[in-house]
């Protein structure tokens, strides 16, 4: 079993977590008396993980009571390696840890992992896209998926016959990494596309048109936009659209109301679920504040909860009990190396509501 490997000389029901959250400590007081807003405190470096850090006491809360013993340790995610070392050679503080958590510095990644591996300490890097980091450490744990998985996805919902679509691959002249993903996916499977920088939508009435775009600066957007609701009524069409395209104020509900329009987004919380309403109202109740994806409240609940039920689960993922709000963890062990969740989400825009594609 994985908890032979990671094991410490604790007892059986005793669990201690190292969480490395950039709170930015070193950059002054700040007096949170002159904010008007949320917004405005957001905006401050100091506060960009607070929403993770008060999602993860709402999980930590769960366990005051309960069989398990949940020992916490919290530390500023510090921005060199003299200060990481400094914190990893603290003898008396890290004898116990079980998991490191916290969205750690790309560069000062690898000083983690090492002092992982040679601690039998697992670790979580909640944020990180990159492949490197768990390629070769058996002891990380990659949230979110690779950008591989989405045209897998997108073959498997939409393409069992390929011949009865033109698959329209719409960016730009910049590089575009999800871009290439798709191209050497379809190229591998046999699946024609075509790839254009103006779309436009072959006039072949048998077949539907699946658009999937790649750009998100926003003038492109709307102009993009406009040439795909002018296009409405002439074709039947599937649009794939960045998630950022969501976020620019300029959309009309003529976008939204479209019949077939999708995107794919690394965090999701179903809102009618009664969990996330529950969730939500505990979250206001203790900080008088909503609970906020963009803030990471949702993820910092999850990873908590998750990770510390993978440990008393002896690290069996199908004994895993509790589902996260806004993960779907399906994970795959890379050869040599650490666990990549291969699970993306893709949501569909319906009626100005979103509903994940199950």
């Known amino acids: 079993m994985l908890i032979s490997q990671f094991a410490k000389t604790q007892a059986n029901n005793e669990i201690s977590i190292l969480y490395l959250l950039p709170f930015h400590l070193d950059e002054g007081f700040i007096n949170i008396s002159s904010f008007r807003s949320i917004d405005e405190i957001h905006q401050f470096r100091q506060f960009e993980m607070m929403g993770f850090w008060l999602g993860t006491k709402m999980a930590l809360q769960e366990f005051e009571n309960g069989n398990n013993k949940v020992n916490v340790i919290v530390r500023d995610a510090v921005t060199d390696k003299h200060a990481l070392y400094r914190i990893l050679n603290d003898t008396s503080l890290m004898e116990k840890v079980n998991i490191i958590i916290g969205p750690i510095y790309g560069a000062l990644f690898p000083v983690a992992a090492e002092f992982a591996v040679n601690n ?35 073959t498997e919902h939409f393409l069992s016959q390929p011949e009865e679509f033109n698959v329209i691959l719409w960016g730009d002249s910049t590089v575009n990494i999800e871009l290439q993903a798709y191209k050497y996916f379809f190229n591998e499977h046999h699946i024609n596309f075509k790839e254009v920088h103006t779309l436009a939508i072959p006039q072949d009435t048998r077949k539907t048109n699946l658009i999937i775009a790649f750009f998100d600066q926003p003038e492109r957007v709307i102009h993009g936009v406009h040439t795909i609701i002018n296009q409405e009524e002439e074709y039947s069409k599937i649009v794939v659209v960045p998630e950022k395209w969501l976020s620019i104020s300029e959309l009309t509900e003529d976008f939204y109301n479209q019949s077939d329009l999708y995107f794919f987004t690394n965090y999701f919380v179903d809102e009618s679920c009664d969990r996330v309403k529950l969730f939500q109202s505990d979250y206001t109740f203790y900080y008088e504040a909503p609970a906020e994806l963009t803030e990471y409240s949702y993820q910092g609940y999850d990873i908590t909860r998750y990770f510390i039920d993978l440990y ?47």
């Open 120 to 154: 039998n300490i697992i670790i979580v890097n909640p944020f990180s896209t990159r492949f490197d980091f768990v390629e070769n450490n058996r002891n990380v744990y990659k949230l979110i998926p690779p950008i591989i998985s989405r045209p897998k996805t997108i």
């Open 312 to 358: 008393f689960s002896n690290f069996k993922h199908s004994d895993v009990q509790f589902q996260p709000l806004s993960y779907k963890f399906q994970w795959q062990q890379i050869l040599n190396g650490g666990f990549e969740n291969s699970k993306p989400r893709l949501i569909q825009v319906k009626d100005i509501e979103l509903i994940e594609v199950r």
